[in-house]
């Protein structure tokens, strides 16, 4: 079988994920996250992305609620996946009680957030968008809440971001993602659409963490 008949049969979850594999590693390997992830990066500086967190999902649960009653969409609607509550209590936590009139989205992320916007005219659009953030956090966001409670002591006060308490399994709920993937009644075209909207959704990450780099020295370990 050539390689191409083989990409062709392959299940669309992993056409997609091998699709944006690239621009996965350079969002996962930018500045900002090796700094953070090599435990440079000052609680403060941990607390300006979760800002833009707030921000980012914010834009996408408010597409969730709009898009619950989608033929298609709403199947990717999980209400224990919801983010915000715990992003709040977060910021509670890491900026104040006052944090409501003390955050400010980045440029790159109001930008992020009106992309996700703009994409979810669409069914499609708006699963690139979910499946970019959700599917990351359960799995490779665990690795930076083990690294900051060990580094910062933080228990769940600061990182209920990563925790997925609602949701079950981890490994049995991303099948069941990529299950629903495979089964949503895209064509080729539709198919080929979310996938750039899904590249789109990793820029757009990549625009916030570089954003974010540029002011890394005021916010290093000293």
């Known amino acids: 079988m050539?390689?191409?008949?083989?990409?062709?049969?392959?299940?669309?979850?992993?056409?997609?994920?091998?699709?944006?594999?690239?621009?996965h590693e350079r969002a996962n390997h930018s500045r900002y996250m090796n700094a953070l992830l090599g435990g440079e990066v000052s609680l403060a500086g941990y607390a300006r992305l979760v800002v833009q967190y707030y921000f980012i999902y914010q834009a996408i649960e408010r597409v969730s609620d709009r898009m619950a009653g989608d033929a298609v969409g709403g199947g990717f609607v999980f209400d224990e996946l919801r983010r915000l509550p715990s992003l709040e209590r977060d910021l509670a936590h890491l900026v104040g009680p006052g944090w409501r009139t003390e955050i400010q989205p980045l440029a790159s992320t109001q930008a992020y957030a009106?992309?996700?916007?703009?994409?979810?005219s669409w069914a499609g659009g708006y699963?690139?968008?979910?499946?970019?953030?959700?599917?990351?956090?359960?799995?490779?966001g665990q690795i930076i809440r083990r690294l900051l409670e060990k580094k910062f002591g933080l228990g769940e006060a600061g990182t209920r971001f990563y925790h997925f308490d609602l949701m079950g399994s981890a490994p049995a709920f991303r099948d069941r993602y990529r299950a629903k993937l495979d089964a949503a009644p895209?064509?080729?075209?539709?198919?080929?659409?979310?996938?750039?909207?899904?590249a789109a959704a990793f820029?757009?990450?990549?625009?916030?963490?570089?954003?974010?780099?540029?002011?890394?020295?005021?916010?290093?370990?000293?």
Do not use: M, Q
């Open 2 to 23: 050539s390689v191409t008949a083989d990409l062709d049969t392959r299940p669309f979850s992993a056409t997609l994920r091998a699709s944006t594999k690239v621009l």
């Open 127 to 140: 699963v690139a968008h979910h499946y970019t953030r959700y599917l990351g956090d359960i799995a490779g």
């Open 186 to 198: 895209w064509g080729e075209p539709e198919r080929e659409r979310v996938i750039d909207e899904t």
């Open 203 to 222: 820029e757009c990450n990549v625009a916030v963490f570089d954003e974010l780099a540029r002011d890394l020295d005021r916010y290093r370990v000293a």
């Open 114 to 120: 009106a992309r996700i916007a703009e994409a979810a």
